[in-house]
């Protein structure tokens, strides 16, 4: 029965170690196949499902109804000395509306925007803060999304949109007492127990505002604010460990306390702000350059903060039963990663143009310097410069049956994630994970249905 107190312990222990999970897979992979193959820079004129995350206030450019639903992929292969690290790939549903109105003179629209992964909703590794992993991709993607959003448009020239993306915090208890027999665990061992849960939400703001001085130009400016679900566990274990039967009352006991705080943050999102221009030259080309400041300065390490106490009562001379000096809670690393400023750029061709038929031929690149410092010390958050190669169709059949009564917008994309070589070079020369060196790539891919009425 000491084995299965043990147990119990080591479980109440290892759920205090939960690390943090960078957010959701949006940031990484694009929403929706148009706005992924142009590599995410649409804020300037985004209108479909993914303005519920680029810009909302794109929601109100298009004056019909817009219902959207699709599928992504991708596959990892991230590598440390040339092994392959066994990322889990990552698939996920998603879809959303955009319904416009009328208030008047004012032009309004709702949008809803939803990516829900189709193996699980969330998860959280328990890791220790030195062992290598690759921080922003192991867990970041496994996030649901789900968004709110309303715009309006006052004027021809200006939209603005607004709304919240939430996701749930918890916060959990777990107590056990009771009393153990060391002759009879089986039989004579009473335990009870309580456990505690709360559920609460997360809220957070997105801002948007397009301006469209005339058919050739159009300038955007997207807010994405900061959320951070806390993890809070509390467990405590209390009771005697008795050394004999349970009866007898003259029966040696050792009463023992076990008591632990944990407090992580188990999904993190920086704030962030968009910058963006589109550009129309001519009817059937289309430039988008993008400019996202993303506030990496304020990531947590994924370590929780720890408190642990531990008290058993062993009377002296009392065989078998070894209490540890002092039991420490952990202190988390400041991670100090920085600050960056990511550019996109997107470029769309509509190569063909007919009556009844359009197609589009679309092509991204987008360049983002790894926020991670090197990994000098005790902290091994792998990370590296990534460079994303994207490219799309886009095909357009407008009223292909009267019955359906609406335009038919099928779009795919494909993307290519290549990461630079980055050499890890440890300042002790007894670190006991070493030197190592970190590459690899992600392939993304993804198709998006859409009707249009």
């Known amino acids: 029965m000491v084995t299965r107190v043990s147990s119990v312990m080591a479980i109440a222990m290892m759920l205090t170690f939960a690390p943090i999970a960078r957010a959701n897979p949006l940031d990484s992979f694009g929403y929706g196949s148009r706005s992924a193959a142009l590599g995410g820079a649409v804020t300037a004129d985004v209108e479909d499902v993914s303005a519920n995350y680029y810009n909302p206030a794109g929601l109100v450019r298009g004056e019909r109804l817009r219902l959207e639903i699709g599928y992504m992929r991708a596959l990892h292969a991230l590598a440390v000395d040339g092994r392959d690290n066994d990322v889990d790939p990552l698939g996920g549903i998603l879809g959303g509306v955009v319904a416009p109105g009328r208030a008047g003179p004012i032009r309004f629209a709702l949008g809803i925007g939803l990516h829900l992964n189709d193996e699980r909703i969330s998860r959280t590794r328990s890791l220790p803060q030195n062992q290598p992993r690759w921080e922003l991709y192991d867990n970041r993607t496994h996030r649901i999304f789900l968004a709110a959003h309303l715009a309006i448009q006052p004027f021809r020239w200006l939209s603005i949109g607004g709304g919240i993306s939430f996701m749930a915090a918890t916060r959990g208890s777990v107590a056990i007492g009771g009393d153990v027999s060391l002759l009879m665990p089986d039989d004579e061992t009473y335990l009870r127990h309580r456990v505690d849960s709360d559920l609460t939400s997360v809220r957070y703001p997105q801002l948007g505002l397009q301006i469209t001085p ?240």
């Not at 400016?221 to 809070?232: P, S």
């Not at 002296?316 to 420490?328: D, K, L, N, S, T």
């Not at 926020?371 to 009223?399: C, I, K, Y």
């Open 214 to 453: 005339d058919e050739h130009w159009s300038f955007g400016l997207a807010y994405r604010g900061e959320f951070q679900l806390r993890l809070e566990l509390e467990a405590t274990l209390e009771g005697e460990i008795i050394a004999g039967r349970a009866d007898n009352p003259d029966a040696t006991r050792i009463p023992g306390y076990f008591h632990l705080i944990s407090d992580s943050v188990n999904a993190f999102l920086p704030q962030q702000i968009a910058l963006g221009v589109a550009w129309r030259p001519v009817p059937r080309v289309r430039v988008g350059v993008d400019v996202t400041w993303i506030d990496w300065s304020a990531y947590r390490n994924p370590t929780a903060l720890t408190e642990v106490e531990l008290r058993i009562d062993v009377p002296p001379g009392f065989p078998g039963i070894e209490v540890p000096a002092g039991v420490r809670g952990t202190t988390p690393i400041p991670p100090r990663f920085v600050d960056r400023l990511v550019p996109r750029v997107g470029v769309e061709v509509r190569a063909i143009c007919l009556r009844h038929v359009a197609l589009d031929v679309r092509g991204g690149y987008v360049f983002e310097a790894s926020p991670a410092p090197d990994q000098t010390g005790d902290t091994n958050f792998m990370d590296a410069d990534r460079h994303v190669l994207s490219l799309g169709l886009g095909l357009l059949l407008r009223r292909p049956a009267r019955w359906l009564g609406a335009d038919i917008a099928i779009d795919v994309h494909v993307q290519h994630i290549l990461f630079d070589e980055r050499l890890v070079r440890k300042t002790s020369p007894i670190d006991a994970i070493g030197d190592y060196r970190i590459d690899g790539s992600i392939w993304s891919f993804g198709g998006t249905t859409g009707l249009v009425f």
